[in-house]
Antibody, heavy 123, light 113 residues
């Protein structure tokens, strides 16, 4: 079964750090671009950033709202991607999803999603 | 950044009625080298992650019922549910993947009247 499973969410104080994990199974993780998307309670979807595959030099790009604070990385030997979140703000409180950008001759959409992990930033 | 604007914000329809959701991008998402619109539609039910319904503006993802269809090109797109079923109650999002940052529309909540 093609699957992504996030973990690592929790309660953290403003200014703190947290690292989320995204474990993949059922597909060739090393060939895939992995994106992170978040959703604050009762609101819409906000793209956070992405990491490409080794073939694209693990290129990363981030949303302006998290650039300089969040770092996306991956360990292809463990089929896992990571979202390291530093200098957290209350507005970072959200459910965080990892997701795969599917490819079939060209990109075609975010076709596999994890169930999400909740991050709460509060004192 | 490409801004995605969806309308309406919400829609209340009876079972069997047609639902039409519009999405407009602030710039074209048509990739001219392959003539594909880098526009997708997602369905999200409460407590669940989004589910890919339509990609390249009009191609249905495997397993998606044929009552869902997408149309449009360039900057104007539409998701249509031809005959609303109870299980279609959800929030629907359009999204462009033409360029980063990837951006989503604000969502359209579809409810039963």
């Amino acid at each position: 079964e093609v699957q992504l499973v996030e973990s690592g969410g929790g309660l953290v104080q403003p200014g703190g750090s947290l690292t989320l994990s995204c474990a993949a199974s059922g597909f060739t993780f090393s060939d895939s671009a992995i994106h992170w998307v978040r959703q604050a309670s009762g609101t819409g979807l906000e793209w956070v950033g992405r990491i490409k595959s080794k073939a694209s030099n693990y290129a990363t790009v981030y949303a302006a709202s998290v650039k300089g604070r969040f770092i996306i990385s991956r360990d292809d030997s463990k089929n896992t991607a990571f979202l390291q979140m530093n200098t957290l703000k209350t507005e970072d409180t959200a459910v965080y999803f990892c997701t795969r950008l599917a490819y079939n001759s060209t990109w075609y959409g975010l076709d596999v999603w994890g169930q999400g992990t909740t991050v709460t930033v509060s004192s | 950044d490409i801004v995605m604007t969806q309308s309406p914000d919400s829609l209340a329809l009876s079972l069997g009625e047609r639902a039409t959701i519009n999405c407009k991008s602030s710039q074209s998402v048509l990739y001219t080298s392959n003539n594909k619109n880098y526009l997708a539609w997602y369905q999200q039910k409460p407590g669940q992650p989004p589910k890919l319904l339509i990609y390249w503006a009009s191609t249905r993802e495997s397993g998606v019922p044929d009552r869902f269809s997408g149309s449009g090109s360039g900057t104007d797109f539409t998701l249509t549910i031809s005959s609303l079923q109870a299980e279609d109650v959800a929030v629907y999002y359009c999204q462009q993947f033409y360029t980063t940052p990837l951006t989503f529309g604000g969502g359209t909540k579809v409810e039963l009247k």
